[in-house]
């Protein structure tokens, strides 16, 4: 358990750091790149040594190459912006995955309602977002409806996997915030520091509840 233990404190640490002192930047430089894909690496490399699902440990590492996509952007240039969304499309289809190979929870008004408000609320969210996106409007399209699948199977989790739906949902959040960000910003104004913040804490702290969540279960005992 030492090696997999170091790797999510490592994780921790670093995506901690990058939160305090560089998500908020406009370019964070070659440390900010080195802590913010160093911390999804080492939760890929925790699901791995852990002995997770491989399409965790896929997720996460797709996560931490869309990641690094996207810190490779200088202020005011968006060229790996699209090679990020597809990694981290990528990412939602391995996940997607997952989701639907592991136990479901019975079907009830609840999961369903909560399912409904999700695809719902996203679509609306996404329309009215539309005349902003200009030609990334496709590529928005796309990764939005793989995010929303992605977090409706989350919702159908039974309760040992709460950690993960807790992630996914919080995933989703950081994206809603972020495409605010990327589409909504007016050229040239900085970053605002509580959405940088916001995005980068939803988004890690949830990448580490899928990925503890998704090993937790199976580290348990035979009952």
């Known amino acids: 358990m030492a090696g997999e233990t170091a790797a999510l404190v490592g994780a921790i640490v670093l995506g901690?750091?990058?939160?305090?002192?560089?998500?908020?930047?406009?370019?964070?430089?070659?440390?900010g790149l080195i802590l913010k894909t160093g911390s999804t690496a080492l939760l890929a490399v925790f699901a791995y040594m852990a002995g997770g699902p491989w399409l965790l440990v896929a997720g996460l590492a797709l996560s931490s190459a869309g990641d690094a996509f996207l810190a490779m952007d200088r202020p005011g240039?968006?060229?790996?912006?699209?090679?990020?969304?597809?990694?981290?499309?990528?990412?939602?289809v391995a996940y997607v995955?997952?989701?639907?190979?592991?136990?479901?929870?019975?079907?009830?008004?609840?999961?369903?309602?909560?399912?409904f408000a999700l695809v719902i609320g996203g679509v609306a969210f996404v329309r009215w977002l539309a005349p902003s996106?200009?030609?990334?409007?496709?590529?928005?399209?796309?990764?939005?409806?793989?995010?929303?699948?992605?977090?409706?199977?989350a919702l159908r989790l039974p309760a040992p996997f709460l950690l993960v739906t807790l992630g996914a949902v919080m995933f989703v959040a950081s994206d809603m915030i972020l495409s605010l960000q990327l589409f909504t910003r007016p050229a040239g104004?900085?970053?605002?520091?509580?959405?940088?913040?916001?995005?980068?804490?939803?988004?890690?702290?949830?990448?580490?509840?899928?990925?503890?969540?998704?090993?937790?279960?199976?580290?348990?005992?035979?009952?």
Request: aromatic share 16%; hydrophobic share 55%.
């Open 189 to 223: 104004a900085p970053k605002r520091v509580g959405s940088s913040l916001a995005v980068w804490g939803l988004y890690f702290f949830g990448q580490a509840l899928i990925a503890w969540g998704g090993v937790y279960p199976f580290l348990q005992p035979a009952g």
């Open 133 to 153: 996106l200009g030609p990334m409007r496709i590529p928005v399209f796309a990764y939005t409806a793989i995010i929303l699948v992605m977090g409706a199977a």
């Open 16 to 31: 901690v750091l990058y939160w305090v002192g560089w998500c908020w930047r406009e370019g964070g430089g070659l440390p």
């Open 97 to 115: 995955a997952l989701f639907w190979a592991l136990p479901q929870a019975e079907r009830s008004l609840l999961n369903l309602g909560a399912q």
């Open 77 to 92: 240039e968006d060229k790996w912006l699209k090679p990020g969304m597809a990694a981290f499309f990528l990412a939602h």
